[in-house]
């Protein structure tokens, strides 16, 4: 349990994270989602107590980060910035976190197995891929064999496979009923692994809802419909409280109502229909519409620039 | 949840600092920067006392050999052991802030003044070991080598055992200074230029003063100060005495800790 209230974050001028509320409850992935520069590895770094906040606060399970002795038995975290000196060995970054906190010399030989890294382990960090560097800060983050693990942008940079395992790992780590909190900002991963989502968007707080939640309150989900008597159709749905608008002489664009609700009317009516089809907009769709003109870094053609980090 | 509440509980602040303590010396063993140090540091004091014994005891006059510290000449490797050994101290530090690893440090150990004495004690344990040693094998080195009768002095001779220990005193010292400026400093670059900068500048700037503040100033100057512990007899009458000038060489060290103590847990990391 992750809880987070009035978090604010200043740096001189910039104001990077915004009297942000949200709670990440156990037992499911939440998605931390926002755009480039939104805020979400300040806010991570604050959940860690690496920044201080200009004011609010957050608590893990129900205590400051820094008020844990041996917090890696609390927290696991993944940072998306680099915490691994290149000359070590993954092996040997292991050794010291885990004297830290005493823990045991065996659980660091059990992580470099369960993330696939005990062939390499003896070999310098610094010459490790992208995705084995994942592996190495993911393994950090098991070590302690926390209650609560938190990601920050787990996928970046990484292969299909890697992709794979990392999103059958954060499942399978939330199956056991631990708290998981992931940012990304992309919102078709999320889609595939996030239960609960926290969307943010310059530093301030946009959502915090379930998949389905966001895409009921879509404003572009419509129904489609095509009848030679578009006329009469849409007089009869307007009666029934729908949003009726013509789109040419024989299409009708439906809103308020539901496809089966549609089919019901026309066919107690003796209507033809021709096309009567429902459109949801993509997860993608509503994400943009959410955090439009709070993308900081964006590209005059519409492209995302580079991430600053 | 039980688990891990129970741990926390039962976790002692000694076995936290013990356990600390022991992260600390794993970081410092398992980096290349550190064997270099020490091997620079090593090789610089017993081979300049060789090189030393072998091409410049034979040839001083009789008017040089009673006028020569022959400890002192002995450890003319410090003068490069000294700088690796302060930019270790550096490292120690700096190294994690240039890497990042420091997100993973503070993150396993939010007390971050508990860190920063970990490094310390960690450091001054390792750099004391080596100095002291080094001291020590430069001594017997230039003893075994130097040519005839020329320029001996025996451990029970007054001050030798003192000044070849505060060879290696003087080194545990600058690595603490090392360390220190590394804290408030954090990159590596600047925080070793700020170290060479302390050690060798403030001689250069003294020798500009009108010489009445360079008598008052100059004994107090970093290196002037510290370097009297491993002088066995004192033929400059305006220098500290050994341990006076050591105990001023330390605070120098203090200062720079304290505020790098300060600033740990007042800087975002």
Same mark, same amino acid.
């Given at each position: 349990m992750i809880e987070a209230i009035g978090l604010t974050k200043r740096y001189g001028a910039t &104001?990077? %994270?915004?009297e942000l509320s949200f709670t990440v409850p156990p037992g499911q992935v939440t998605g931390f989602l926002g755009p480039n520069g939104a805020g979400k590895s300040t806010t991570m770094r604050l959940i860690l107590g690496l920044d201080a906040p200009t004011a609010g606060s957050v608590t893990v399970n129900g205590k @400051?980060?820094? $008020?844990?002795?041996?917090p890696l038995l609390e927290v696991g975290a993944l940072l998306e910035a680099k915490t691994v000196h $290149? $000359?070590?060995?993954a092996y040997n970054h292991l050794k010291w976190l885990a004297l830290s906190n005493g823990i045991s010399g065996s659980r660091v030989e059990q992580v470099l197995g369960q993330v696939g890294l005990r062939t390499v382990a003896?070999?310098?960090?610094? $010459?490790?891929s992208l995705g084995m560097g994942q592996r190495l800060g993911i393994a950090a983050a098991l070590l302690g064999d926390p209650k609560v693990l938190m990601f920050d942008e @787990? %996928?970046?940079? &990484?292969?299909p496979e890697g992709v794979l395992w990392i999103r059958n790992l954060l499942k399978s780590l939330a199956a056991e009923g631990r708290t998981v909190f992931i940012s990304s900002h992309l919102m078709s991963e999320m889609a595939l692994t996030a239960d609960r989502l926290i969307i943010i968007g310059r530093g301030r707080l946009i959502a915090d809802t379930t998949i389905e939640d966001l895409l009921q309150g879509a404003s572009g989900n419509h129904i489609r419909v095509r009848s030679p008597e578009a006329g009469e159709l849409a007089r009869l749905l307007t009666a029934h409280g729908a949003g009726v608008a013509r789109q040419g002489s024989d299409t009708l664009r439906i809103t308020g109502t539901t496809s089966d609700a549609v089919g019901e009317i026309a066919r107690s009516n003796g209507l033809t229909l021709r096309e009567l089809s429902a459109h949801q907009v993509s997860l993608e769709d509503r994400y943009m519409e959410l955090t439009n003109g709070s993308a900081d870094y964006r590209a005059a053609d519409g492209e995302h620039a580079p991430a600053r980090n | 949840m039980d688990i891990t509440a129970t741990a926390e509980t039962t976790y002692s602040p000694l076995t936290a600092a013990v356990n600390v303590l022991r992260s600390e010396y794993c970081k410092l063993r398992t980096v290349r920067s550190t064997f270099w140090a020490l091997f620079t540091a090593v090789a610089s004091n017993v081979g300049v006392a060789a090189l030393l014994a072998i091409f410049v005891s034979g040839r001083l006059t009789a008017n040089q050999k009673a006028t020569t510290d022959v400890v002192r000449l002995t450890l003319g490797g410090l003068h490069i052991s000294q700088v690796a050994i302060g930019v270790l101290g550096v490292l120690v530090i700096s190294s994690e802030y240039s890497t990042g690893m420091i997100r993973a440090t503070l993150s396993a150990v939010p007390r971050r003044r508990l860190v920063l004495a970990a490094k310390t004690a960690v450091l001054t344990a390792v750099s004391l070991v080596i100095g002291i040693a080094s001291s020590f094998a430069a001594y017997f080195t230039f003893q075994a080598m130097r040519s005839g009768n020329s320029l001996s002095a025996a451990l029970g001779d007054p001050g030798v055992l003192r000044a070849v220990v505060g060879g290696g005193l003087y080194l545990g010292v600058i690595g603490l200074l090392g360390l220190g400026l590394g804290a408030i400093i954090r990159a590596p670059a600047g925080a070793i230029a700020a170290l060479l900068g302390v050690m060798f500048v403030p001689p250069l700037l003294s020798d500009l003063l009108p010489n009445s503040w360079q008598t008052a100033i100059g004994p107090y100057l970093p290196l002037n100060a510290g370097g009297? =512990?491993? =002088?066995?007899?004192?033929?400059?009458?305006?220098t500290l005495a050994p341990w006076t000038g050591l105990g001023v060489f330390c605070l120098y060290a203090a200062a720079a800790l304290a505020i790098g103590v300060f600033l740990i847990n007042h800087r975002d990391a």
């Open positions: &104001l990077a %994270v915004d @400051p980060y820094t $008020g844990y002795r041996r $290149g $000359g070590r060995s003896r070999k310098r960090a610094g $010459g490790f @787990p %996928v970046n940079g &990484l292969d | 009297q =512990i491993y =002088i066995a007899s004192r033929f400059d009458p305006n």
